[in-house]
């Protein structure tokens, strides 16, 4: 592996520091699905779980996020069936809610034609040095920015009507489930100008300039046998993490591996190869402690011939390294031991701030099982919930 420049110090702004549960003394998840969102409350020990919900009953919920700067405002990506794709905000912790008054949309050429947002698939928030400011991601692959808290929306930078962009974008028959996206889009809180972005597919991006330009970060990626490396259109990076307590270290979960990345280093090294050759490092998740940047979690899937994707040989576990990725150890206290075969999307598990950290993963046949030991042991808390498409873990206030 590359030798590693000694971080730089990281400002805590905005999420860089907050403990668990926040002001109000008691943690909050926030769990998007096929049909609906549902916000689960907390007690301080993380034991307990109220349901809040169903919010938006029959509406497909990509991503739901709380703004880390107020604790009480809430994006949700919808698609709806009358009003197509859009963006829903609440500022009283989900107990009202509004639709954005613009929510994201490709520009349209002067005769008419152009792309159309078939729904949001990635929200993120900026820091304290950017009050107000969001990030979308769309499908197909688009970048948006709000400035106004997420009421209302525009194209950002170039990539979205970018010529090479649009070749290296791919189409919805390109295999992705759902469509192609954009997402895993990152902010490096010392620096608001410094954002990455990953496509599925299109590879993985990084912006030095505040989005005025975007260039491929993809050396040391492995693509399908056959396929060109030198190619970013046929890349595809599943979920792409930024470490809270070093933000020179990115994780990846990839369609082929998992990598982990020390700037300023440009290549990528591939970490999943100490990984059990029986479980492979195929999945789609990955979670990094919020003060350690050399703890991290997958839960791998089914990486040979199987799709969609199931747990391998039916039994699902967490794996954690503790070493940057040098080894890896298996966690599954308390999850099924056979005959189980869901799927863990890549927004749908999370890591909140306690000590020891709690652990959630929501999967496709709607459970949500949460660990209050770092992985180590595991309880089913939902069940019964529609596929699960993301798990936020918040602090409200």
């Not at 007690?43 to 809040?52: M, N, Q, Y």
């Not at 954009?182 to 991006?205: A, E, K, N, Q, T």
């Not at 999943?272 to 839960?299: C, E, Q, T, Y």
């Not at 993963?361 to 993301?390: C, H, K, M, Q």
């Amino acid at each position: 592996m590359a030798t590693r420049s000694a971080p730089k110090p990281v400002r805590k702004l905005g999420r860089a520091g907050k403990t668990t549960a926040g002001a109000s003394g008691r943690p909050l998840l926030l769990v998007a699905t096929r049909k609906g969102a549902w916000l689960l409350h907390g007690d301080g020990a993380r034991r307990r779980w109220r349901l809040d919900g169903p919010h938006f009953l029959g509406h497909i919920i990509h991503h739901l996020v709380l703004d880390p700067r107020d604790g009480r405002t809430l994006l949700a990506a919808a698609r709806t069936g009358h009003l197509g794709p859009t963006i829903f905000r609440s500022t009283d912790l989900g107990r009202s809610w509004k639709e954005a008054a613009k929510p994201p949309a490709f520009a349209k050429r002067e005769d008419g034609s152009g792309r159309t947002v078939s729904h949001t698939f990635w929200l993120t928030p900026a820091y304290d040095n950017e009050p107000n400011v969001w990030y979308a991601g769309t499908s197909p692959q688009g970048l948006f920015r709000s400035d106004d808290g997420g009421v209302t929306w525009a194209p950002f930078s170039h990539v979205n009507d970018d010529p090479q962009y649009l070749k290296w974008f791919g189409t919805a028959q390109d295999g992705t489930p759902d469509g192609p996206m954009l997402h895993s889009i990152l902010v490096d809180p010392r620096d608001p100008r410094h954002l990455y972005f990953g496509l599925s597919g299109g590879g993985v991006h990084e912006s030095t300039d505040g989005g005025a330009s975007f260039r491929p970060l993809i050396d040391g990626l492995e693509v399908v046998e056959g396929f060109p490396k030198d190619d970013p259109s046929v890349h595809d990076p599943h979920c792409i993490r930024m470490c809270p307590s070093d933000p020179d270290r990115l994780y990846q979960q990839n369609h082929c591996g998992i990598y982990r990345l020390d700037r300023p280093a440009t290549r990528w090294q591939r970490i999943g190869r100490s990984m059990p050759k029986k479980v492979g490092d195929i999945g789609f998740n990955m979670v990094v402690h919020p003060r350690n940047a050399d703890v991290a979690w997958v839960l791998p899937m089914d990486g040979q011939t199987v799709w969609p994707r199931t747990s391998p040989e039916g039994k699902p576990a967490v794996y954690v390294t503790r070493n940057g990725g040098k080894t890896w150890r298996r966690l599954d206290g308390g999850l099924p031991r056979e005959q189980t075969w869901w799927t863990v999307k890549r927004q749908a598990m999370c890591a909140d701030n306690g000590d020891p950290v709690g652990l959630y993963f929501g999967t496709t046949s709607g459970e949500l099982w949460a660990s209050r030991d770092e992985g180590a042991n595991w309880r089913r808390v939902v069940r019964g919930l529609p596929e699960i498409y993301a798990v936020e873990a918040a602090a409200p206030r």
